[in-house]
């Protein structure tokens, strides 16, 4: 099983990325695992970013990117999403894909992560 996330660059504040995560191998369909976005910035510790239950439900955000970012999903590409607008530099770090069955005994996964760089 393996999460594989794109997406992430170089941009300067303000502007906006699109972060993709696609899980491949998975023994049971994506509409099984409860999804979300991860993140560490240098020297910080790891923080949830935004959070997405199975059927597009129980959608939360970290209180720093309410607002700004999305997260969304798409079970029939096996693909999650994030879209990042009014990027501040608060905001630079490696962002990371994870995914855990909603079922006993929930394993989880990740991804490799993408690293995303707000700069001017």
């Known amino acids: 099983e393996r999460l594989v996330e794109s997406g992430g660059g170089l941009v300067q504040p303000g502007g906006s990325l699109r972060l993709s995560c696609v899980a491949f191998g998975f023994p049971s369909t994506m509409r099984r695992y409860d999804m979300s976005w991860y993140r560490q910035a240098p020297g910080k510790e790891w923080g949830l970013v935004a959070t997405?239950?199975?059927?597009?439900?129980?959608?939360a955000y970290a209180d720093s990117v309410k607002g700004r970012f999305t997260i969304s999903r798409d079970n029939s590409m096996n693909a999650m999403f994030l879209q990042m607008n009014s990027l501040e530099l608060a905001d630079t770090a490696v962002y990371f894909c994870?995914?855990?069955?909603?079922?006993?005994?929930?394993?989880?996964?990740w991804g490799q992560g993408t690293q995303v760089t707000v700069s001017s």
């Open positions: 994870y995914a855990q069955l909603v079922t006993w005994p929930r394993p989880a996964y």
């Open positions: 997405i239950g199975s059927s597009s439900d129980n959608i």
